[in-house]
């Protein structure tokens, strides 16, 4: 990723985390000398964690309990990449077992980020297990990586939570980091790696977190079908978590939909890490579909970070790729492909039974607003309980900031024990 490109999404970043801490409770701000001796200690752990290369390898045997801890170590938070801004937070890398699409136990790894400030809300300290947006397929590309290096832009999201309190789990999903392919989209495996996410933080012994801690969900994009999966497999899969709610933003409820949108424009590229994540979840082999061309790109966007697959896959013909000489979305309307899609369809298999806030962009340009309302209409007719809301803010990007202020004001409500609202009947 060139320089300027890193300063421009850092100083976009630093500039809406300042506004993010707007409305965070008084208990939350420290002095000077405070951020200092912070910084100094996430300068000691990120070293720490600089030689720990072994923390990723995927262990010989694994628990019995999914959420279980497998390790855990020390590690460090920074917003920006001259590690300038750390986090008042107890920061700590953790693997923990859970179990992928097809039944078998995984082992993710993931953050913890309690806040050293006291809690000043309501009851005891809340626990956000945040799903992250698309990263990328590369090992590289774990949010639990990227956020030692002051390189994750979910760090805008995690600085507002923060701030306002919330100890805060980041999953890193299947294959982020270690050595298996990242399931990308793959409903279940995400779902399970977000609820046992939060099973692992619970177990971790920090004071004041423990198994009866209120929980919430939160996502956007990719991160926002992970959200989304999480709350409708919790009643079912994690039935202990004491879940608040869930926020579910920009959701790829409808992947066919989905790659209809994207397929030959600027986001081409979630195409190929879809292909190679949902293959690798069915035990597919890519060839069967793809040529030489099209196989040394899905290997090629398998090691990327998003902001490197993005520019070098922008508006690029599917066609080229596939054997048949379809578009890659045409592929998916029949076949194969579309069993595996309609397995990741989301608001089919279940619904929530917290309530749930799932947000869109009217003129989101990745995902269509239409299939996001659909998905809210069919949790509406199942009995869940949702708020749909909406930001005229355009593109992607434009509606994750957008949204911002309904995730932490929904948060807020379920913290105070507000009743959650529901627009269903408008709908």
């Excluded at 805060?168 to 996410?197: C, K, N, P």
């Excluded at 939060?198 to 004071?207: D, E, K, T, V």
């Excluded at 619904?351 to 996001?372: C, H, I, W």
């Amino acid at each position: 990723m060139p320089l300027r490109r890193i300063a421009s999404v850092t100083l976009t970043g630093l500039a809406l985390a300042g506004l993010l801490s707007l409305g965070s409770a008084p208990a939350q701000a420290t002095t000077t000398q405070a951020a200092a001796t912070q910084a100094t200690t996430a300068q000691s752990a990120g070293a720490a964690v600089a030689q720990s290369t072994d923390f990723y390898q995927l262990p010989s045997e694994y628990p019995a309990t999914d959420g279980a801890l497998i390790r855990q170590e020390p590690s460090a938070y920074y917003l920006d990449p001259l590690k300038l801004i750390g986090s008042n937070a107890q920061v700590t890398r953790i693997m923990y077992k859970s179990t992928n699409s097809q039944g078998r136990p995984m082992a993710v790894t993931g953050t913890v980020l309690v806040p050293k400030t006291a809690w000043l809300g309501k009851g005891t300290r809340p626990l956000i297990s945040l799903a992250a947006g698309t990263q990328g397929q590369g090992d590289q590309c774990a949010p639990s990586k990227l956020m030692t290096m002051g390189s994750e832009y979910e760090g805008i999201l995690l600085k507002g939570l923060l701030l306002r309190g919330y100890a805060v789990t980041i999953t890193d999903y299947e294959g982020l980091g270690t050595s298996d392919m990242h399931t990308y989209l793959s409903r279940l495996s995400q779902g399970h790696a977000v609820l046992d996410a939060a099973r692992a933080a619970l177990s971790l012994g920090i004071p004041g977190i423990n198994q009866s801690t209120r929980v919430g969900i939160a996502g956007y994009s990719q991160g926002g079908g992970a959200a989304a999966s999480a709350a409708e497999l919790a009643s079912s899969y994690a039935p202990e978590l004491n879940l608040m709610g869930t926020y579910a933003g920009a959701v790829p409820a409808d992947l066919q939909s989905v790659a209809s949108n994207i397929d030959g424009s600027l986001y081409t590229g979630f195409l190929l890490y879809a292909a190679n994540g949902l293959l690798a979840s069915e035990g597919i082999d890519p060839s069967s579909y793809f040529n030489a061309q099209g196989l040394q790109s899905l290997q090629t966007a398998a090691q990327q970070c998003i902001f490197a697959t993005l520019p070098s896959t922008a508006f690029l013909s599917t066609a080229k790729l596939t054997l048949s000489g379809q578009k890659f979305s045409a592929l998916t309307t029949s076949g194969t492909f579309k069993e595996i899609l309609n397995r990741q369809k989301l608001g089919v298999a279940g619904a929530p039974k917290a309530p749930v806030l799932v947000g869109q962009s009217l003129f989101d340009d990745v995902v269509p607003a239409a299939q996001a309302k659909a998905l809210a209409k069919r949790w509406c007719a199942a009995g869940s309980t949702v708020q749909y809301a909406t930001t005229l803010l355009p593109t992607h990007v434009g509606g994750y900031a957008g949204l911002l202020p309904d995730l932490f004001a929904f948060m807020e409500a379920r913290v105070a024990g507000l009743p959650a609202s529901s627009n269903c009947r408008s709908l």
